[in-house]
Antibody, heavy 120, light 111 residues
Framework: QVQLQESGPGLVKPSQTLSLTCTVS??????????WSWIRQPAGKGLEWIGR???????NYNPSLKSRVTISVDTSKNQFSLKLSSVTAADTAVYYC????????????WGQGTLVTVSS | QSVLTQPPSASGTPGQRATISCSGS????????VNWYQQLPGTAPKLLIY???QRPSGVPDRFSGSKSGTSASLAISGLQSEDEADYYC????????????FGGGTKLTVL
């Protein structure tokens, strides 16, 4: 059974860079027809797609965040990562990593989510 | 402001049928398939319906989806207390370089 687990600081200061890692277990990140995505959810609000990466390194980002986002993958560690620069309080949210099955076009496995608070 | 529009709340009594609508545009629902996710309190979203009306294994057939034009619907028949959750629709949007868009979510209350 595939499992995803987010890790990283729960508190980031304004203007700094948020960095999170998603570790994939129960299967190789390189196998199959999958993209690897980040999605966030502010408290009491809806879901916002941040972006995705293929294991080839090809990426797609949400245009509203593109100038501040970098998603990378480390196949040797079975991990992919998110960096979001110049954060503000508006970036405070639960951040989820998720596996996207491109043939079926859906997010089928999600991490449990990690709360990141932007505050001084 | 979410790209896909859902009612903020819906409700029903046990055994009843509830429906949740999702309205989009030609660049998302109108040209791509719709997925539905169920989010129980304090947990990550779970895939409920994909490709407009397909259920992953393990999802009861009480849950069904449909799509017409630029709108989609999720129906839950035989409501149970454990169905009380937030429900989100999602679709790929072809605008700009493409992105996944979600509805704002509908809180389903089983009275």
């Amino acid at each position: 059974q595939v499992q995803l687990q987010e890790s990283g600081p729960g508190l980031v200061k304004p203007s700094q860079t948020l960095s999170l890692t998603c570790t994939v277990s129960g299967g190789s990140i390189s196998s199959g027809t999958y993209y690897w995505s980040w999605i966030r959810q502010p408290a009491g609000k809806g879901l916002e797609w941040i972006g995705r990466i293929e294991t080839s390194g090809s990426t797609n980002y949400n245009p509203s965040l593109k100038s501040r986002v970098t998603i990378s993958v480390d196949t040797s560690k079975n991990q992919f990562s998110l960096k979001l620069s110049s954060v503000t309080a508006a970036d405070t949210a639960v951040y989820y990593c998720a596996r996207y099955e491109w043939f079926g076009e859906y997010f089928d496995y999600w991490g449990q989510g990690t709360l990141v608070t932007v505050s001084s | 402001q979410s790209v896909l529009t859902q009612p903020p709340s819906a409700s029903g009594t046990p055994g009843q049928r509830a429906t949740i609508s999702c309205s989009g545009s030609s660049s998302n629902i109108g040209s791509n398939t719709v997925n539905w996710y169920q989010q129980l309190p304090g947990t990550a979203p779970k895939l409920l319906i994909y490709s407009n009306n397909q259920r992953p294994s393990g999802v009861p057939d009480r849950f069904s989806g449909s799509k017409s034009g630029t709108s989609a619907s999720l129906a839950i028949s035989g409501l149970q207390s454990e169905d009380e959750a937030d429900y989100y629709c999602a679709a790929w949007d072809d605008s700009l370089n493409g992105l996944w868009v979600f509805g704002g979510g509908t809180k389903l209350t089983v009275l």
